[in-house]
C-alpha cells in the first residue's frame, strides 16, 4: 500500500488518475508529476502535466534522481497493453515499480500480486491467487481461491471471478459480470457488464449477456 511521504507519477489524466490519487493521499503519499498521450486538462489540481514520452523525458531530465519515485498507469478498460507498456518505460528510467493496495482491500497473504498491480477499495483477492503485472481489480472486485490473472487485466467493479479461473492477458471483464468456477478467458477478450460466463471463452472475442455468447471478433 502506498507510504506516507512516497511520491508517485501517474500516466494518464482522468478519472482513474483521480481515483488513485484520492488512495495516495489517503495514506500520506503524494502525486507530484502527470503523463498523458494528448494535451488534456491536469486530472489532479496543482500537478503538472506533461504531453507523450517526449514530455515524460523531459520530466525525468529535470529530476535529480527519480529512484525514489513510484511510477503508475492510470489507464483503466481493456489497454493492457498500454498500461503494460507505461510500466516497460518507467522502468528503463529508474522508476520504482511497486504495486498499490488499497488498506480496506483484502488480500490473502499467500496470493501473489503482480508489479505495478492496483487493488482498491473492498476488493477481494483470496487464497493463493495470482495476480499479472500492471492489472486493475476494481472496487468491490473478488477474485476467489487459486485464480490466475494474467498481465494487464482489468477487473471492473463489483465483478465476481470463483475459483480456479484463469485468465489471460490484457483481458477486460466488466462490472458486474460473473465468471463460473474452473473456466478460462482467452488472452486480450472482452466480457460485457453483467455477463454470466458459464463456459469457456476464446482470445480476442467479446462477450455479453447470461449465459455469455461472444458477439463479435475483437
Not at 18 to 27: C, G, M, N
Not at 168 to 188: E, F, K, Q, T
Request: charged share 15%.
Amino acid at each position: 500500500m502506498p507510504q506516507a511521504g512516497q511520491c508517485y507519477v501517474l500516466w494518464g489524466s482522468a478519472g482513474h488518475a483521480k481515483v488513485l490519487a484520492s488512495l495516495i493521499t489517503l495514506t500520506g503519499g503524494k502525486v507530484i508529476a502527470l503523463f498523458d498521450r494528448d494535451n488534456v486538462t491536469p486530472a489532479i489540481e496543482g500537478v503538472p502535466l506533461y504531453v507523450g514520452e517526449a514530455g515524460f523525458k523531459r520530466w525525468v531530465e529535470s529530476m535529480k534522481t527519480v529512484t525514489d519515485v513510484v511510477g503508475l498507469a492510470a489507464i483503466g478498460g481493456a489497454r493492457g497493453r498500454d498500461r503494460l507498456a507505461i510500466h516497460a518505460l518507467f522502468r528503463q528510467q529508474g522508476l520504482l515499480d511497486i504495486n498499490l493496495i488499497h488498506p480496506n482491500a483484502s488480500v490473502c497473504i499467500s496470493a501473489t500480486i503482480g508489479a505495478g498491480t492496483q487493488i482498491l477499495a473492498q476488493a477481494v483477492v483470496s487464497a493463493e491467487a495470482r495476480i499479472g503485472e500492471a492489472c486493475i481489480l476494481n472496487h468491490r472486485a473478488s477474485i476467489d481461491h487459486e485464480c490466475l490473472i494474467g498481465n494487464g487485466v482489468h477487473i471492473a467493479p463489483g465483478a465476481t471471478l470463483c475459483g480456479c479461473i484463469n485468465i489471460g492477458d490484457n483481458v477486460m471483464i466488466g462490472a458486474g459480470a460473473v465468471v463460473l468456477p474452473r473456466l478460462s478467458i482467452g488472452d486480450n477478450s472482452v466480457i460485457g457488464a453483467g455477463a454470466v460466463i458459464t463456459k469457456n471463452v476464446p482470445a480476442g472475442v467479446t462477450v455479453i449477456g447470461n449465459p455469455g455468447r461472444v458477439i463479435k471478433q475483437n
